[in-house]
């Protein structure tokens, strides 16, 4: 479970929080087609390529995409709460 969780927090610092790669992400990004670039963009895609890359199981790819949305979801929730 805290690998899920731990891969899910990544997902979401790779496509939104970790400020210091977005402006070279987005270069690389801009480069790719549309296809290939939507897993940098999307933190469920991301979470669900990382993995079934990591775990090579759907079942655990598709609980880790879940838990990214809910990370994402979250943040969100805190974020208009805030202002």
């Known amino acids: 479970m805290i690998e899920i969780l731990g891969i899910s927090i990544l ?3 790779i496509t ?3 400020t210091p790669i ?6 690389i990004v801009d480069k790719l087609p ?3 670039a939507t897993p940098f963009l999307c933190s469920k895609c991301l979470g669900f390529w990382l993995g079934l890359i990591y775990f090579q199981n759907p079942i ?3 609980i880790t995409s879940f838990t990214a949305y ?3 979801f979250i943040i969100y929730q805190i974020e208009l709460w805030k202002s």
């Open 11 to 13: 997902c979401n610092m």
């Open 22 to 27: 977005q402006s070279v992400k987005y270069k």
């Open 60 to 62: 655990l790819a598709a």
């Open 34 to 36: 549309q296809w290939m």
């Open 70 to 72: 809910l990370v994402d």
């Open 16 to 18: 939104h929080w970790f």
